[in-house]
């Protein structure tokens, strides 16, 4: 059973086992939703981190100033780039 989710491999069993419970009836299907959409939105941040990650390095030459948004995903809320 996952206990903590450090990286794309947990994150999956951790989905393979919330689908493994529906089907076993032992959560109910809005929690499973719940996690599911949770899960999605943590996808989605980091495909943009990857994406953003990219872009700073096809720009390297071209825009020196780009590079910072590489931070992003070490960045607390209120922080400001500098």
Do not use: Q
């Amino acid at each position: 059973m996952v206990t903590e989710i450090n990286n794309f491999g947990d994150a999956r069993r951790f989905l393979i086992e919330v689908m493994i419970a529906i089907r076993d009836d032992k959560i109910p299907i809005e929690k499973a939703m719940a996690i599911a959409s949770t899960m999605k939105v943590i996808n989605d941040n980091i495909y943009a981190e990857i994406k953003a990650t990219k872009m700073a390095i096809e720009a390297k030459d071209k825009a020196h100033e780009f590079g910072r948004v590489v931070h992003m995903g070490k960045l607390l809320i209120g922080d400001t780039i500098k």
